[in-house]
């Protein structure tokens, strides 16, 4: 069974600082990897896919690598901004069975 | 942008009651799931439904859940008794293929069991 772990559960930092924001995986039989932006009492926004055969994906200053054999990807968010404050989910999709596997989140508030 | 809708965004309903739960999912997508959050946890799996018929579903997803795509356009989601612990936020999901592309989520339903 797949377990998602991510860390650290909520970070603070001052605006302007880059944000690296961790996930490991149980279960390294992935087809890809997705990174989802929650905010309180909202949806999930979808922030990028990794696919397994890649080792970088990047949107703008969010990048996200993937280490598939050793079950890990890091959100790097650069140049952080307030807006960014919210909930971060990394989801895994696995090759046995069709769903998502989410991860707890990291909380993170960026302060003026 | 298309985007996938969910209706309501809040429902209040009594303990073993049924709700339907509705999602409009991005038209050219082909999966569909169910996912829910319950206060402060992750969000968990519940269903995917693909060519008219459920190909995963979790232990979660007991007798007491179906799915349906009534239409070309609506999926929806029953819970025919609702419990006090079915009180979660409730998501729906789509995606164009399983493993080349992101599944896109709804807003979200608020289901309060009373």
């Known amino acids: 069974k797949q377990e998602v772990t991510q860390i650290p559960a909520a970070l603070s930092v001052p605006e302007g600082e880059n944000l690296v924001l961790n996930c490991s995986f149980t279960?390294?039989?992935?087809?890809?990897l997705q990174w989802f932006r929650q905010d309180p009492g909202k949806g999930l926004t979808s922030l990028l896919l990794?696919?397994?055969?890649?080792r970088e994906q990047t949107s703008g200053r969010l990048n996200a690598s993937l280490d598939k054999s050793s079950g890990r990807s890091t959100l790097y968010i650069a140049a952080s901004q307030p807006g960014d404050s919210a909930t971060y989910l990394c989801?895994?999709?696995?090759?046995?069975?069709?769903?998502?596997?989410f991860g707890g989140g990291t909380r993170v508030l960026v302060k003026p | 942008e298309p985007e996938v809708t969910q209706t309501p965004s809040h429902q209040v309903t009594q303990m073993g009651q049924e709700v339907i739960l509705r999602c409009v999912p991005i038209?050219?997508?082909?999966?569909f799931y169910w996912y829910r959050q319950i206060l402060g946890q992750k969000v968990e799996f519940l269903v995917s439904?693909?060519?008219?018929?459920?190909?995963?579903k979790s232990e979660i997803f007991d007798d007491q859940f179906s799915v349906e795509r009534p239409d070309g356009s609506n999926f929806t989601l029953k819970i025919r008794s609702t419990k006090l612990e079915d009180s979660a936020m409730y998501f729906c999901?789509?995606?164009?293929?399983?493993?080349?592309?992101?599944?896109?989520f709804g807003p979200g339903t608020r289901l309060t069991v009373l």
């Open positions: 989801a895994p999709w696995q090759a046995a069975g069709n769903k998502l596997t």
């Open positions: 279960d390294s039989a992935i087809y890809n």
């Open positions: 990794i696919q397994s055969s890649q």
């Open positions: 038209s050219n997508h082909l999966y």
């Open positions: 439904f693909y060519n008219n018929e459920i190909s995963e």
């Open positions: 999901a789509s995606n164009r293929d399983r493993v080349s592309y992101e599944q896109f």
